[in-house]
């Protein structure tokens, strides 16, 4: 049996620790918490924190290339910047929601939907 306390603790430090920053530093925190957890459900909840990183800057970085090609266009940038507000909200929303998942519910792994998942 696994303590309640920790699996909570340990699998909202792995979601929320993208609020910490979208750099690679907060990344660092579910991986650590992979390697040093022996409780399998936190061990997928940072599994799929690190997913949700990975797809976060792959839909950032696609982003970013948007606005650097098209920058200089004003008709993109309407569209690109409602698009990056929405990608913002997306975000924030998404790693919340996982938050209460894991509050109410600790002992089922969260899953984020509609994400690539590498690990």
Not at 34 to 54: C, Q, R, W
Not at 84 to 102: E, F, M, N, S
Request: proline share 6%; aromatic share 18%.
């Amino acid at each position: 049996m696994y303590d309640t306390d920790k699996r909570k603790l340990l699998s909202a430090l792995s979601h929320g620790a993208i609020f910490f920053s979208t750099t690679l530093v907060s990344v660092g925190v579910p991986i650590a918490i992979l390697l040093v957890s022996d409780d399998p459900v936190v061990k997928e909840n940072a599994k799929e924190s690190i997913n949700f990183h990975f797809n976060v800057w792959f839909y950032g970085a696609i982003l970013g290339a948007l606005f650097f090609l098209f920058g200089w266009l004003v008709l993109p940038l309407l569209l690109l910047g409602p698009l990056a507000g929405l990608g913002y909200l997306l975000h924030w929303g998404l790693t919340i929601w996982a938050l209460i998942g894991v509050f109410s519910n600790p002992d089922i792994p969260f899953r984020y939907p509609y994400i690539f998942r590498f690990l």
